[in-house]
């Protein structure tokens, strides 16, 4: 549990509201258990509007990454990922 926890739940409520299945997913920590920065991996396709959303809401994009996924060691493609960032404080 982080000391400012509340702004945590806050952001968290704010992206089930968005998407029910996102969480944030890291967490930057500062001094006295202090949560400063807060982060979230989204998958880029068919959800451009809700990355909008984040964007409005103060969260900065930060980079993309490509992951492959396999199932029973079949390549079946591949998946963008956007990383989102957003500053509790500064």
Known sequence: MYKNQADIDRENSFL???DPDWKIGSYGIGENDVAIS???MVPIKGNAAKIRKLEEAGWE???RVRREFNV???KDGNIMYQRLN???YD
Do not use: N
């Open 16 to 18: 089930a509201s968005i």
């Open 38 to 40: 807060i982060g979230i």
């Open 61 to 63: 994009k930060t980079f």
């Open 72 to 74: 029973f060691g079949q």
């Open 86 to 88: 957003k500053r509790l």
